[in-house]
């Protein structure tokens, strides 16, 4: 039997949007605001009976970042503040991630509002969220008089 190897081709869409905004002569000094909305990444797990929310947020400080529990839902919002010596900048290239974003996440229980850790170490910000107590149902016996 033969082994065939594939080789890939390489499909960059990011670049080939930069290629074709680079062409167009009617947009070469549009000042485009790169990524004015993000989604960051992140990860949700459960351990020791809490849940986890760890979200990537390089270059955002903690006090730029809110985090709202309702119910089972988590939102974190985000603001990156553009430091004064780059705002009139002439970029010929933007990737990195600045802008505002929200996060939501639905977990599979009710939060307890009361015991949430939020903690930010080298860009990732991670939740550590208890649960409500589930609500066990209680026989209630009749007494007749």
């Known amino acids: 039997m033969t082994l065939l190897q594939h080789h890939e081709t390489e499909f960059d869409v990011q670049k080939m949007l930069d290629r074709f905004l680079a062409d167009a ?3 070469r000094d549009f ?5 004015s909305f993000l989604t960051p990444f992140c990860d949700v797990y459960e351990k ?3 849940y ?3 979200l990537s947020a ?3 400080d903690a006090k730029d970042i809110s985090i709202e529990v309702t119910g089972a839902t988590v939102t974190v919002n985000g603001q990156f503040v553009e430091l004064p010596e780059h705002k009139n900048l002439k970029y ?3 990737q990195i991630p600045r802008g505002t974003f929200t996060r939501t996440v639905t977990l599979p229980q009710d939060i307890d509002p009361q015991f949430v850790d939020a903690t930010m170490h ?3 910000l991670t939740l550590a969220l208890t649960p409500v107590k589930p609500i066990v149902p209680k026989k209630i016996a009749i007494n007749s008089a």
């Open 31 to 35: 000042p485009f605001p790169r990524m």
């Open 122 to 124: 080298n860009g990732l």
């Open 48 to 50: 020791d009976g809490k």
């Open 92 to 94: 010929y290239k933007r």
């Open 52 to 54: 986890f929310v760890e």
């Open 58 to 60: 390089p270059g955002y």
């Open 25 to 27: 002569p009617f947009l």
